[in-house]
């Protein structure tokens, strides 16, 4: 148990005590104090409770005081009637000590796992990863560590578009030349030269664009040349995606792309046909709005010119073929009947914000109501002139591009300050860091917010950055180099008096809060501004208490903090995908 949940335990407790009726407990939540002048940790419970209880609220609070039996800290009443909690000395190296002896570091573990599919990075394939993938790749895998930590049930699924247009296209142009040599050694530039030679060529003549097309129906009708051209096409994207993957340490349970799904989609329309949920308009077949919402709240609605007109999500198109939207009809089918899913997260792009509002919207008068769906969001990577990120053609720059780029930005900070002696330890260091540094930039922002990337602040060892980070739990690990014989760990020996100490025990303990925090908007943001707030605690302690040159009982309490700073950092970057080195 947290703090923050046996505090509210206590209050609910001595709630029961004063005979108060508390219709829903839950809602009865101690948070940490934003000030910390008024103490550790605050509720407001006495202020929600006081009409019920009728009786005002600070009164009420005072009774609730008088009646909580703890040692653990020092309550007081501020204001209309919060509770404010200040934790003694001691409860905080009790505190400590607990989460030393925890493997988990005291983050609470869930008691009601869930089953969650988490939906992310998805590239369209035959076309390389593009910036604008670092998103819902790196975001989409913190959030599977930081609900796997809690004890839920993840299941990460990479639902490539492997299906599309773009098959069309490539295999138009693989039949005018492709270059096996260049699909040996460079197998997804040779794809992409295709691609837009391909596309290229259809945007100003209308009849390659028709024959692109009929390369696709060709294929979606199992032509035999046409399925081997997309075999190979999507074994050697699984390749190039793969060391993409291996480089970032992103990994999935299940690779179900688009096509996996192709079998069950005209069942799947006759089905929402003859429910009644889907009906033929000019040719196609299409999911109208279930008026139940008003216009402006229904996804199936827009405005044009001043009046409401239907905006129909189309599951088969006149010429018989099936949408993206079907094949995401048909995952969520597939996703609860198979996996049992109670949760699906989708970590897409927010332009994609009506297709999911529209896909939940159905999927609930299909009849999957039980499962919880969930857009999660994100907005874009901008460049340095505010523009969406661009490469000096124009183009989205290249995923791969973009690490090597970082890599090597972070490779000149490694050779300005680095102690490491080899250039194999330089150069791997410098891939940490540079991995680390994007993986970290895009964790410390909100997800809705776009950010411009600039590489040189992101691998700057000063600042809020993933290298400042690093730096601190090298920190750490050195102070153990440093000591002689070894250091047996005793939790029993935390004793915490001065200050920076009690801070710094005040941020190591409130790491499961903030692991928990992650999970109620999906926001690693959380996360990873908490262990910049450590690591400068860490940093205020390190410089105030003297841990190698301190005796006795007091140095070996604060070789514990350091101790279990260390394994919280190590733990929390491990939850957000980025590798700590031990020394640099
Ligand atoms: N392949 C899609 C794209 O690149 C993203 C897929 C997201 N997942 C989903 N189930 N729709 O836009």
Same mark, same amino acid.
């Given at each position: /148990?947290?703090?923050?949940?046996?505090?509210?335990?206590?209050?609910l407790?001595a709630?029961?005590?004063?005979?108060?009726?508390?219709?829903?407990?839950?809602?009865?939540?101690?948070?940490?104090?934003?000030? $910390?002048?008024?103490?550790?940790?605050?509720s407001?419970?006495?202020? /929600?409770?006081?009409?019920?209880?009728?009786?005002?609220?600070?009164?009420?609070?005072?009774?609730i005081?008088?009646?909580?039996?703890?040692?653990l800290?020092?309550?007081?009443?501020?204001?209309? +009637?919060?509770?404010?909690?200040?934790?003694?000395?001691?409860?905080?190296?009790d505190?400590?000590?607990?989460?030393?002896?925890?493997?988990?570091?005291?983050?609470?573990?869930? #008691?009601?796992?869930?089953?969650?599919?988490?939906?992310?990075?998805?590239?369209?394939?035959?076309?390389? /990863?593009?910036?604008?993938?670092?998103?819902?790749?790196?975001?989409?895998?913190?959030?599977?560590?930081?609900?796997?930590?809690?004890?839920?049930?993840?299941?990460?699924?990479?639902?490539?578009?492997?299906?599309?247009?773009?098959?069309?296209m490539?295999?138009?142009?693989?039949?005018?030349?492709?270059?096996?040599?260049?699909?040996?050694?460079?197998?997804?530039?040779?794809?992409?030269?295709?691609?837009?030679?391909?596309s290229e060529?259809?945007?100003?003549?209308?009849?390659?664009?028709?024959?692109?097309?009929?390369?696709?129906?060709?294929?979606?009708?199992?032509?035999?040349?046409?399925?081997?051209?997309?075999?190979?096409?999507?074994? $050697?994207?699984r390749?190039?995606?793969?060391?993409?993957?291996?480089?970032?340490?992103?990994?999935?349970?299940?690779?179900?792309?688009?096509s996996?799904?192709?079998?069950?989609?005209?069942?799947?329309?006759?089905?929402?046909?003859?429910t009644?949920?889907?009906?033929?308009?000019?040719?196609?077949?299409c999911?109208?709005s279930?008026?139940?919402?008003?216009?402006?709240?229904?996804?199936?609605?827009?405005?044009?010119? +001043?009046?409401w007109?239907?905006?129909?999500?189309?599951?088969?198109?006149?010429?018989?073929?099936?949408?993206?939207?079907?094949?995401?009809?048909?995952?969520?089918?597939?996703?609860?009947?198979?996996w049992q899913a109670?949760?699906?997260?989708?970590?897409?792009?927010?332009?994609?914000s009506?297709?999911f509002?529209?896909?939940?919207?159905?999927?609930?008068?299909?009849?999957?109501?039980q499962?919880?769906?969930?857009?999660?969001?994100?907005?874009?990577?901008?460049?340095?002139?505010?523009?969406?990120l661009?490469?000096?053609?124009?183009?989205?720059?290249?995923?791969?591009?973009?690490?090597?780029?970082a890599?090597?930005?972070?490779?000149?900070?490694?050779?300005?300050?680095?102690?490491?002696?080899?250039?194999?330890?330089?150069?791997?260091?410098?891939e940490?860091?540079?991995?680390?540094s994007v993986?970290?930039?895009?964790?410390a922002?909100?997800?809705?917010s776009?950010?411009?990337?600039?590489?040189?602040?992101?691998?700057?060892?000063?600042?809020?950055?993933?290298?400042? $980070? $690093?730096?601190?739990?090298?920190?750490?690990?050195?102070?153990?180099?440093?000591?002689?014989?070894?250091?047996?760990?005793?939790?029993? =020996?935390?004793a915490?008096?001065?200050?920076?100490?009690?801070?710094?025990?005040?941020?190591?303990?409130r790491?499961?809060?903030?692991?928990?925090?992650?999970?109620?908007d999906?926001?690693?943001?959380?996360?990873a501004?908490?262990?910049?707030?450590?690591?400068?605690?860490?940093?205020?302690?390190?410089? =105030?208490?003297?841990?190698?040159?301190?005796?006795g009982?007091t140095?070996?309490?604060?070789?514990?903090?350091?101790?279990?700073?260390?394994?919280?950092?190590?733990?929390?970057?491990?939850?957000? #995908?980025?590798?700590?080195?031990?020394?640099?």
């Amino acid at each position: /148990m947290t703090t923050s949940q046996i505090l509210s335990e206590k209050i609910l407790a001595a709630l029961t005590t004063l005979g108060v009726e508390v219709p829903d407990p839950s809602r009865i939540q101690v948070t940490t104090a934003a000030d $910390l002048r008024f103490g550790d940790f605050q509720s407001n419970a006495a202020m /929600m409770l006081a009409k019920q209880a009728q009786k005002n609220p600070r009164a009420l609070a005072e009774e609730i005081v008088a009646k909580i039996e703890t040692d653990l800290c020092e309550i007081s009443i501020a204001g209309p +009637g919060f509770l404010n909690f200040t934790l003694t000395p001691k409860a905080w190296a009790d505190l400590a000590a607990a989460q030393y002896a925890s493997a988990n570091l005291s983050v609470p573990q869930t #008691a009601s796992p869930r089953t969650i599919v988490i939906d992310f990075s998805a590239p369209n394939v035959a076309k390389p /990863m593009h910036v604008g993938h670092i998103r819902g790749t790196i975001i989409g895998e913190c959030l599977s560590r930081v609900g796997a930590k809690l004890g839920h049930k993840v299941i990460k699924d990479n639902h490539l578009g492997d299906w599309g247009t773009q098959f069309g296209m490539v295999t138009w142009a693989w039949k005018k030349g492709v270059d096996e040599v260049a699909l040996e050694t460079a197998p997804l530039q040779e794809l992409l030269r295709l691609y837009r030679s391909s596309s290229e060529a259809a945007k100003t003549d209308d009849a390659i664009r028709e024959e692109c097309r009929s390369e696709l129906v060709k294929l979606q009708q199992g032509d035999p040349e046409n399925i081997a051209i997309w075999n190979r096409c999507l074994e $050697l994207s699984r390749k190039g995606l793969d060391v993409i993957y291996d480089r970032l340490d992103v990994s999935f349970d299940h690779w179900m792309g688009e096509s996996a799904y192709n079998d069950q989609l005209a069942p799947l329309v006759e089905k929402l046909q003859s429910t009644g949920l889907a009906r033929e308009s000019n040719g196609a077949v299409c999911i109208f709005s279930g008026e139940t919402e008003p216009p402006k709240k229904d996804p199936f609605k827009v405005n044009r010119d +001043g009046e409401w007109q239907d905006f129909p999500m189309i599951v088969r198109k006149g010429d018989g073929g099936f949408n993206y939207a079907t094949t995401d009809i048909a995952t969520v089918e597939f996703r609860v009947n198979e996996w049992q899913a109670d949760e699906i997260w989708y970590v897409v792009d927010f332009r994609q914000s009506g297709h999911f509002e529209q896909l939940f919207d159905a999927s609930r008068r299909i009849g999957h109501d039980q499962v919880n769906l969930v857009h999660v969001s994100y907005g874009t990577i901008l460049g340095k002139d505010n523009k969406p990120l661009k490469t000096r053609s124009g183009d989205l720059p290249q995923l791969g591009d973009v690490l090597d780029d970082a890599v090597k930005a972070a490779r000149a900070v490694v050779d300005q300050k680095s102690r490491l002696d080899t250039e194999q330890e330089k150069e791997e260091l410098a891939e940490l860091i540079g991995i680390g540094s994007v993986k970290f930039t895009e964790l410390a922002h909100h997800r809705m917010s776009d950010y411009v990337f600039d590489l040189e602040k992101m691998v700057a060892l000063e600042g809020d950055t993933a290298p400042y $980070l $690093l730096y601190s739990y090298v920190r750490t690990r050195s102070i153990f180099r440093k000591l002689e014989g070894d250091f047996i760990a005793d939790p029993e =020996a935390f004793a915490v008096t001065e200050p920076a100490e009690i801070h710094l025990v005040r941020m190591l303990t409130r790491y499961g809060d903030q692991v928990k925090l992650v999970m109620e908007d999906y926001r690693p943001n959380l996360l990873a501004t908490y262990l910049l707030e450590l690591a400068r605690a860490f940093h205020s302690f390190f410089e =105030a208490c003297p841990v190698l040159k301190s005796e006795g009982a007091t140095r070996e309490s604060r070789l514990l903090l350091c101790d279990l700073t260390s394994r919280v950092l190590k733990d929390g970057l491990g939850l957000l #995908a980025i590798q700590a080195p031990e020394k640099m």
